[in-house]
Antibody, heavy 117, light 107 residues
Framework: QVQLVQSGAEVKKPGSSVKVSCKASGGTLRTYGVSWVRQAPGQGLEWMGGIVPLFGPVKYAQSFQGRLTITTDESTSTAYMELSSLRSDDTAVYYC??????????WGQGTLVTVSS | EIVMTQSPATLSVSPGERVTLSCRASQSVRSNLAWYQQKPDQAPRILIYGASNRATGIPARFSGSGSGTEFTLTISSLQSEDFAVYYCQQYDNWPPITFGPGTKVEI
């Protein structure tokens, strides 16, 4: 059974960076692809970026270009999402999701990132 | 960017009723459309992919249809555990992958 386990909640100051991890059991992340999706309080789902399956490139949503970095460490089956220049409207639950093609069949439990001074 | 819209925003129904949710794409996404269910404080769960294929373990009361720009998720007989928010997602032309704003199914 595939499980994605994310790192714990974070509280960050505006202007700082956050790095969230997503450890997978069962299958390599880059074989299937992994994306990061966030959800602001009471809002819908927003795709941030992801790795194309079968060891493809990383693709980012335009709105996060320049301040989002998605990486993987295949030796530990862990994906990372680092978001810089944090603002208060980056407060959200951040999910990693494993892709089959480009739809998501497994999700992490979510990581709450709170940006507050 | 392909914009996804969903209607209605909220649907008030009773258990046992048949429910139809709509999703529209701003341009054709062929059959590259998925549906997710999300309950409060939980991650989304895949229901349907490829517009009409039920994901593993999804009950037969959930069905998807449509292609191009118009899609439908139908719940044939709503159960108490089906009260949730439902999102559609296109993956035909990305980046970006885009989600609809969601439909809340409530009692």
């Amino acid at each position: 059974q595939v499980q994605l386990v994310q790192s714990g909640a974070e509280v960050k100051k505006p202007g700082s960076s956050v790095k969230v991890s997503c450890k997978a059991s069962g299958g390599t992340l880059r074989t299937y692809g992994v994306s990061w999706v966030r959800q602001a309080p009471g809002q819908g789902l927003e795709w941030m970026g992801g790795i194309v399956p079968l060891f493809g490139p990383v693709k980012y949503a335009q709105s996060f270009q320049g301040r989002l970095t998605i990486t993987t460490d295949e030796s530990t089956s862990t994906a990372y999402m680092e978001l810089s220049s944090l603002r208060s409207d980056d407060t959200a639950v951040y999910y990693c999701a494993r892709a089959l093609g480009a739809w998501f069949n497994y999700w992490g439990q979510g990581t709450l990132v709170t940006v507050s001074s | 960017e392909i914009v996804m819209t969903q209607s209605p925003a909220t649907l008030s129904v009773s258990p046992g009723e048949r429910v139809t949710l709509s999703c529209r794409a701003s341009q054709s996404v062929r059959s590259n459309l998925a549906w997710y269910q999300q309950k409060p404080d939980q991650a989304p769960r895949i229901l349907i992919y490829g517009a009409s294929n039920r994901a593993t373990g999804i009950p037969a009361r959930f069905s998807g249809s449509g292609s191009g720009t118009e899609f439908t998720l139908t719940i044939s007989s709503l159960q108490s555990e089906d009260f949730a928010v439902y999102y559609c997602q296109q993956y035909d032309n990305w980046p970006p992958i885009t989600f609809g704003p969601g439909t809340k199914v409530e009692i």
